[in-house]
């Protein structure tokens, strides 16, 4: 069965480093998304990704994060300037976008501590 | 703005017992509704949804009905297992767009 990817599975930068987190979504679907879950805490949306641009963006997701799709399948999240409190685990997800299958597909997720 | 609320836990029952775990939305339009589970130490695995009122999503003996009328689509297994332990997460979402979660309840079954 097709799943989403995400590469590292954990990730230890020290602040103030750039990291990139790597996520392979489902390849037929259409749409990407970014969540983050601070331990013990609710899991947040970050940004929804479609057709090359962002579609969608939560107050989290400032002028540190950005999202790329550098080539057909893959689809990453950048911090640029990490701070303590980036740490988090963070969630990739892709959705076929089809009416009536409008469920998000969540990779394994890539912990970030930030030191 | 969209929310999602669920019942705080944790929860603690014994094997074989019954199972409510309730949440309640509020949404503009017609949102589909979800249950998602987190394993220890593991991402979110979807465990069952519904796209539009009385529907009832049902998978690995969990069910839950999306009732517009009281704006809740509470999760209910009829007897629970020690594997069920886990930390379940109430969800809506409109086709394509960010998905809200509510804060997660984190259920622990004892043998």
């Known amino acids: 069965e097709p799943e989403v990817t995400q590469t590292p599975s954990h990730q230890v930068t020290q602040m103030g480093q750039e990291v990139i987190l790597r996520c392979v979504p489902i390849?037929?679907?259409?749409?990407f998304y970014w969540y983050r879950q601070i331990l013990g805490q609710k899991v947040e949306f970050l940004v929804s990704f479609y057709n090359n641009e962002i579609s969608e963006k939560s107050e989290i997701f400032d002028d540190q994060f950005s999202v790329e799709r550098p080539d057909g399948s893959n689809f990453t999240l950048k911090i640029r300037s990490t701070k303590l409190e980036d740490s988090a685990m963070y969630f990739c997800?892709?959705?076929?976008?089809?009416?009536?299958?409008?469920?998000?597909?969540f990779g394994p997720g890539t912990r970030l501590t930030v030191l | 703005g969209d929310s999602v609320t669920q019942m705080e836990g944790p929860v603690t029952l014994s094997e074989e017992a019954f199972l409510t775990i309730n949440c309640t939305y509020t949404?503009?339009?017609?949102?589909?509704l979800f249950w998602y589970v987190q394993y220890p130490g593991e991402g979110l695995q979807l465990l069952l949804k519904a796209t539009k009122a009385d529907d009832k999503g049902s998978n690995k003996g969990f069910e839950a009905t999306y009732r517009k009328e009281t704006t809740s689509f509470h999760l209910e297994k009829g007897s629970v297992q020690v594997s069920d332990s886990a930390v379940y997460f109430c969800?809506?979402?409109?086709?394509?767009?960010?998905?809200?979660f509510g804060s997660g309840t984190r259920l622990s079954i004892r043998p």
């Open positions: 949404a503009t339009g017609y949102p589909s």
């Open positions: 997800a892709s959705s076929p976008g089809l009416a009536g299958a409008d469920e998000q597909f």
């Open positions: 969800a809506a979402g409109s086709s394509a767009s960010k998905i809200i």
């Open positions: 390849s037929n679907h259409l749409y």
